[in-house]
Structure formats: C-alpha cells, structure tokens
Nanobody, 122 residues
Framework: QVQLVESGGGLVQAGGSLRLSCAAS????????MGWFRQAPGEERAFVAA????????YYTTSVKGRFTISRDNAKNTGYLQMNSLKPVDTAVYYC???????????????WGQGTQVTVSS
C-alpha cells in the first residue's frame, strides 16, 4: 500500500497561486497513477486532475484547464498540483489519490490522503 500526505494549502486572494504537494510513502510512488480531487462545503468530492505513472499523460476537469497543472517527481515520491489564477469557486478541501491502474478519466483511485484546505478570497 501507499500512504499519502498533502500539504501546501492555505488562504490566497483571487488571482493568486498555490502549489499543493502530495508526499507518498510505502510502496514506490512510480507504481501508481496519481490524481487530485476537491470537495467544497455541501458538495460531493469532484475530480480535478490525474497523471499517469511516468507523467506522460494528464487529464483535467474543464473548469481548471489552463489554470492548474498536475505533475510528479517519482524520485522524490511526490506529486504536485500547481494552481494559478485561483477563483473563489476553487475553495475546497483538496485530496490527492493514487491508483494502481490508470485509465485516464475512468481511473479508479484506491488510496487517499487526508486533504488540505484551500480558501480563495474575493
């Protein structure tokens, strides 16, 4: 199994940037595809982005395309979500997740971190 710990959340003004990190331990991080999800108050958890084992394939939900970038450094067992041009609607708890089998948007994620809060003020 892999354990995931997110960091990098915080409070930022609209238009600002944050970079979330997801530190993995346990099995090698390169064994897993990685994804980011978010859950706003009163809403269900929603897909944000995913990246394949080696980083060669990425997917984004439409609302973050062009603003967010998912990446990974397998040598550091860490994944990232760079978030630019943040909007108040991006306010949510952000979770990273790992998947044994990568199927792009159809990937089923098996392991989850505890989440990190991102708050964007207007």
């Amino acid at each position: 199994q892999v354990q995931l710990v997110e960091s990098g959340g915080g409070l930022v003004q609209a238009g600002g940037s944050l970079r979330l990190s997801c530190a993995a331990s346990g099995r090698p991080f390169s064994d897993y595809a990685m994804g980011w999800f978010r859950q706003a108050p009163g809403e269900e958890r929603a897909f944000v982005a995913a990246i394949s084992w080696g980083g060669g394939s990425t997917y984004y939900t439409t609302s973050v395309k062009g603003r967010f970038t998912i990446s990974r450094d397998n040598a550091k067992n860490t994944g990232y979500l760079q978030m630019n041009s943040l909007k108040p609607v991006d306010t949510a708890v952000y979770y990273c997740a790992a998947a044994t089998h990568y199927r792009g948007l159809a990937t089923t994620f098996d392991f989850w971190g505890q989440g990190t809060q991102v708050t964007v003020s207007s």
